[in-house]
Antibody, heavy 122, light 113 residues
Framework: QVQLEQSGPGLVKPSQTLSLTCAIS??????????WNWIRQSPSRGLEWLGR?????????DYAVFVKSRITINPDTSKNQFSLHLNSVTPEDMAIYYC????????????WGKGATVTVSS | DIVMTQSPDSLAVSLGARATINCKSS????????????LAWYQQKPGQPPKLLLY???TRESGVPDRFSGSGSGTDFTLTISSLQTEDVAVYYC?????????FGQGTKLEIK
């Protein structure tokens, strides 16, 4: 049974970097058919897909245009996890952040983390 | 980007009655080479992440009750709950995975009348 466990600070100061980690059990971040996604949810913007990382002989990333200049998603094969880094945060980045697995790169998201609430405040 | 629009935004249905939620995409999510619609439905209850209900527009995820069904093709899709139960109170989202960025509908809040 695949499980995703999220961790990271719940409070980030404006202009700083939001960093979250998603630890995978029951699958591998290097699975060469899966993709590993970050999604966020806020009352004003709903569910927003932020980006993904996946391995197909080498590592690939795709990012949503609206965060592309600020986002990095990194795999960590030694710990079987992947991370989200979003820099220059503003109050608009306050949301619940989820990680999720897709079984392929154009595929539905079948396993989700429980979510991490991130507040942006000084 | 493919925009997803759900209707209605909220819905109140009597216990045991049918609930129908619609989802429209701004362009077709039917991939002609495999004749699959790249459309998923999720259920979200308060304090929980979205839960996958249906994929390929009409295939139920393992463990999902058969009162949940999906239909439609191309740009117009429907989620139907044939006989509403109390545990079905939730927000329902459609999502296209035909292309990135993956886009979700705005959600439909389903309540008991």
């Amino acid at each position: 049974q695949v499980q995703l466990e999220q961790s990271g600070p719940g409070l980030v100061k404006p202009s700083q970097t939001l960093s979250l980690t998603c630890a995978i059990s029951g699958d591998s971040v290097s699975n060469n058919s899966a993709a590993w996604n970050w999604i966020r949810q806020s009352p004003s913007r709903g569910l927003e897909w932020l980006g993904r990382t996946y391995y197909r002989s080498r590592w690939y990333n795709d990012y949503a245009v609206f965060v592309k200049s600020r986002i990095t998603i990194n795999p960590d094969t030694s710990k079987n996890q992947f991370s989200l880094h979003l820099n220059s945060v503003t109050p608009e980045d306050m949301a619940i952040y989820y990680c999720a697995r897709s079984l392929s790169y154009y595929f539905y998201m079948d396993v989700w983390g429980k979510g991490a609430t991130v507040t942006v405040s000084s | 980007d493919i925009v997803m629009t759900q209707s209605p935004d909220s819905l109140a249905v009597s216990l045991g009655a049918r609930a129908t939620i619609n989802c429209k995409s701004s362009q077709s999510v039917l991939y002609s080479s495999n004749n699959k619609n790249y459309l998923a439905w999720y259920q979200q209850k308060p304090g929980q992440p979205p839960k996958l209900l249906l994929y390929w527009a009409s295939t139920r995820e393992s463990g999902v009750p058969d009162r949940f069904s999906g239909s439609g093709s191309g740009t117009d899709f429907t989620l139907t709950i044939s006989s509403l139960q109390t545990e079905d109170v939730a927000v329902y989202y459609c999502q296209q995975y035909y292309s990135t960025p993956y886009i979700f509908g705005q959600g439909t809040k389903l309540e008991i009348k």
